[in-house]
C-alpha cells in the first residue's frame, strides 16, 4: 500500500472513533448502569432472604425456649423410664 492510502486510512478511521466517541461513552455508562442496579436488586433480595431466615429461626428459638418445660419434662421422665427397664432384652 501507497504511504498516502495509508494516511487516508488512518485519517478515516481516527473520524470515525472521534465521531463514534459519544456513542461508546454511553454505551459504557449504560452498561454500568445496568451492572450496578442488578447488583443493587441482587443485595436486596439476598438481604430480604437473610431476614426472614433469621426471622423464621428466631421464631424457632422463642418456641423452643418456651415449650421447654414440657419437653424437658418429658425428656426426664422417658429417662427414668428407660433406666428402670435395665438393659435386659425382652423376649416376644
Partial sequence: MRTFVK????????LLVIKLWPLVIFLLGA??????????LLSLVLGGLLTVATAGLSVLLVLAVVLAPLW???LAVMGI?????GSTPRTP
Avoid at 31 to 40: E, K
Avoid at 81 to 85: G, P, T, Y
Fill in 31 to 40: 452498561m454500568g448502569l445496568v451492572l450496578a442496579f442488578a447488583g443493587g
Fill in 7 to 14: 494516511l487516508l486510512l488512518i485519517a478515516a478511521v481516527a
Fill in 72 to 74: 424437658i419434662t418429658v
Fill in 81 to 85: 423410664v428407660a433406666l428402670a427397664r
